[in-house]
């Protein structure tokens, strides 16, 4: 999977990988991709916490594409741009109550906790 190369990335082989920090530490694992239905770009990537992870709980977080890297050494195994204590406080949702509606709110909020900026789509 993980490649020196930068090509395109199947939503089924991400789905599934183990996350690690850089330091190593296991986080949890891909459960879905969300993509934004009006530009067609990847809206946010929902990550499943180990259980013993933080103890978050049943918690999902929403993490921006960017934060990720998936051109690491180890094959099924992905790395998050971000430690234990940026994760511990972001913006995610519980596994049974995933967000509804307008999303670009969410998306503006997951972006700028992550320090990366949302495209701004121009509509002509």
Request: hydrophobic share 35%; net charge negative; aromatic share 12%.
């Amino acid at each position: 999977m993980n490649t020196e190369y930068n090509f395109p990335i199947s939503c089924r082989t991400v789905a599934g990988c183990d996350v690690k920090t850089i330091k190593e530490e296991s986080v949890g694992t891909i459960k879905d991709i969300m993509v934004d239905t009006e530009t067609g770009d990847v809206a946010y990537i929902v990550l499943e916490l180990h259980r013993d992870f933080l103890n978050l709980g049943n918690k999902y977080l929403a993490l921006p594409w960017e934060a990720f890297d998936f051109h690491g050494q180890q094959r099924k195994v992905i790395l998050v741009k971000a430690d234990k204590e940026k994760l511990e406080n972001a913006p995610g949702f519980e596994k049974d109550s995933w967000p509804v509606g307008s999303q670009h709110q969410f998306i503006g909020e997951i972006k700028s906790y992550y320090g990366y900026d949302r495209r701004k789509v121009l509509i002509e």
